[in-house]
């Protein structure tokens, strides 16, 4: 499955960002919770804003932990992206707390997502449905065992993390070398075998290329950090260049 969406990746609650990506035409926000500057009040006020203007959320929990993922769920997440993830049976564990029994091993909070009321079976039905979950994949293990984690039924995907795996693969910082497209290929193959989506930092034009030509379902094309950095670059590349600098 692919819907080829394109996405704003944002590392602080930045709501005049998060607006000009939407009119921009971004259509999906990745939320870097583990990396980024956000707290729980940042979260619970964005994520519905988010949502107001248009955007699908994907939350990229602070760990692989059971609060955070539920958390960000709670908050009215479209989506986790789970770093961290070891192996197949790491996935097992850890992606249940996505999903509610018996599918899963989610807890009920009975907030925004029910509406602040109760809930029955045909909303535990949609919610599963509804929010997904996409394990990282960006450690040896996770690739090596890439088609028993979306062969689970909690995994609806997955994200890769090409610098990490580059990392954890041995290959130094990840320069966008041959090993790695194999890598990004190997997942790919996988995800359109399984009939599930899979994601990618595309921040390069061979990385959007690639993305492009092998069926991402998510291509985030570009950081608020890099965004901002490009604009200011690029004015002060305009005067240098008129100044004789």
């Not at 959320?57 to 009215?76: M, N, T, Y």
């Not at 999903?99 to 925004?112: E, I, N, Q, T, Y």
């Not at 995800?191 to 994601?199: F, H, L, N, P, Q």
Request: proline letters at 5%; hydrophobic letters at 45%; aromatic letters at 10%.
């Amino acid at each position: 499955m692919n819907v080829s969406k394109y996405g704003f990746w944002m590392s602080s609650p930045n709501f005049a960002a998060a607006e000009m990506a939407r009119l921009a035409g971004y259509e999906f926000i990745i939320l870097d919770i583990e990396h980024g500057s956000f707290d729980l009040q940042d979260l619970e006020r964005l994520i519905p804003f988010l949502k107001a203007i248009g955007f699908e959320v994907l939350a990229k929990v602070l760990g692989p932990e059971r609060g955070p993922i539920q958390q960000a769920l709670d908050f009215g997440a479209d989506a986790v992206v789970i770093p961290h993830i070891l192996s197949k049976a790491h996935a097992e564990e850890i992606c249940a707390f996505a999903k509610f029994p018996p599918l899963g091993d989610r807890s009920f909070a009975g907030g925004r997502t029910s509406s602040y009321a109760g809930f029955n079976d045909d909303w535990v039905a949609t919610q599963d449905t509804k929010t997904r979950c996409y394990p990282m994949i960006e450690d040896h293990g996770a690739i090596e065992e890439i088609d028993g984690i979306l062969s689970l039924p909690t995994v609806d995907g997955v994200f890769v993390g090409p610098s990490d795996l580059s990392l954890r693969r041995e290959r130094g910082a990840y320069a966008r070398q041959q090993g790695d497209f194999d890598d990004l290929a190997k997942v790919a193959a996988a995800a359109k075998a399984s009939g599930k989506v899979w994601a990618l930092p595309a921040w390069s034009p061979e990385e959007k290329t690639f993305a492009h030509n092998n069926g991402a379902g998510y291509s985030v094309l570009i950081m608020e950090h890099g965004a901002i950095f490009q604009g200011l670059k690029s004015a002060m590349n305009d005067m240098n260049e008129i100044s004789g600098k």
